[in-house]
């Protein structure tokens, strides 16, 4: 007759609780399970089980002396009998005292079950038919195999999860942070853009640690709102169609209360009349072929563009004479200042090549201030497709700066 010995040999009666909580007295049907695949499945999910990485090393020491590759109760005891200092060979070296700690982890989380002989060694016998043997069973893992496996599946769940939350955080920072950049250029004296830029760095630093699902889920909240607030403060409204159909010339509206905008480029182009007299052109009949190299853009004499922006005349080799060699020279200066040519094309279309040109000699005498150069002329250049946008006030702005 099989007995179960309550008090374990050579340890207290505390440690018999550990052998009553595992589910080896149910005797429940065991089914037949690779050893290997249930170490997979555990290794997964040990942190629901609070295992480590040296722990799963000692059970699978443990489970490379049961010859067979599967585990079933209906081929006997699964009960393993090593000596200490062959695990700890199989182990590497590892110290007998090491390894009896993390034995102990592992039969108290109910992985395996010590069977203890009178004497307290480990051995197998044979009494007529029966083996009886004393050691470590390993029946509880092969018992929780379906219990591991589900743990398992739902750690990589989580683990898919977290992966996703990550990847969020992570491009919302990057598009806050881009948004700040923006916003400090359009408006530097708005406060917000020191905490969004403080939001984005901290943001940074903490992806470095491991973070649970729910911190990630927290940040990701947090900087969701900051990247709307952000977008509503930097990016302009869309402009309102008009309500007649797609037709050649829309309907003029005039109003009565001119733009702020318009009468500060209409005391610019009384400045620049009263110091710069406008010559009569005379048309030819290849005027037309030459309207973009004879054009002055926005009524700007030449020579006051070049006198008000220094720096633009600095990269070339030549004297700049005329307004052709000035576009072709922002042509190659625009690259310089880290402006895609998609968007160098676009900006010359919506405000034209002689005002384009002309905000690049301007960008230039004011790269210092300017975080971003490409998304500086990407938003003058909307405003300049709305209607809203002049090149005048800033070239008259540059001169006043580099007379006062």
């Known amino acids: 007759m099989d007995y179960d010995p309550i008090t374990p040999f050579g340890r207290s009666l505390r440690d018999a609780r550990s052998l009553a909580a595992t589910p080896q007295a149910t005797q429940a049907p065991c089914p037949t399970v690779d050893k290997w695949q249930a170490l997979r499945a555990l290794s997964t999910c040990r942190g629901d089980y609070a ?61 395996i079950t010590r069977r203890d002989s009178p004497n307290g060694k480990r051995y197998a016998r044979r009494f007529g038919g029966t083996k009886v043997a004393y050691g470590f069973d390993l029946a509880p893992l092969a018992r929780r195999f379906a219990e591991f ?70 940040l990701r909240d947090t900087l969701a709102s900051a990247v709307e607030a952000a977008k509503a403060m930097v990016i302009p409204a869309e402009t309102v169609e008009l ?46 072929e030459h309207a973009i190299s004879t054009a002055r853009p926005s009524n700007l004499p030449l020579a006051f563009v070049l006198a008000s922006c220094p720096e633009f005349c600095s ?5 700049i004479r005329n307004w052709s060699q000035f576009f072709d020279a922002a042509d190659r200066i625009a690259p310089m200042l880290g402006i895609q040519s998609t968007t160098w094309q676009d900006v010359k279309r919506d405000m034209g090549r002689d005002q384009a040109a002309v905000v690049i000699a301007a960008m230039l005498e004011r790269l210092s201030e300017i975080r971003s150069p490409g998304a500086y002329l990407r938003d003058l250049g909307k405003r300049a497709a709305a209607g809203t946008f002049s090149c005048a006030p800033m070239v008259v702005a540059l001169s006043r700066r580099s007379a006062a």
């Open 51 to 111: 295992l480590s990485d040296r722990d799963l090393a000692v059970l699978q020491a443990l489970i490379s002396f049961h010859p067979r590759t599967d585990l079933a109760l209906d081929d006997g005891p699964l009960v393993v009998h090593p000596s200490n200092a062959s695990i700890c060979e199989r182990l590497n070296g590892m110290p007998s005292s090491t390894m009896r700690r993390h034995l102990g982890r592992l039969v108290d989380a109910g992985i």
């Open 149 to 218: 496996e589900d743990a398992a599946q739902a750690q990589r769940d989580r683990d898919l999860r977290i992966r996703h939350l990550r990847d969020v955080v992570s491009l919302m920072r990057r598009d806050l942070e881009a948004l700040t950049e923006i916003g400090r250029t359009e408006a530097p004296s708005d406060p917000s853009w020191d905490a969004y830029e403080d939001l984005a760095r901290l943001s940074a630093r903490t992806l470095r640690r491991k973070l649970t699902e729910h911190q990630l889920s927290e």
């Open 315 to 319: 990269f070339q080799p030549d004297p």
């Open 243 to 288: 309500s007649t159909s797609d037709v050649r010339n829309e309907q003029h509206h005039q109003s009565s209360k001119k733009d702020s905008i318009e009468s500060e480029q209409g005391r610019t182009e009384s400045v620049l009349d009263t110091a710069f007299p406008r010559p009569q052109l005379v048309r030819s009949p290849r005027a037309s």
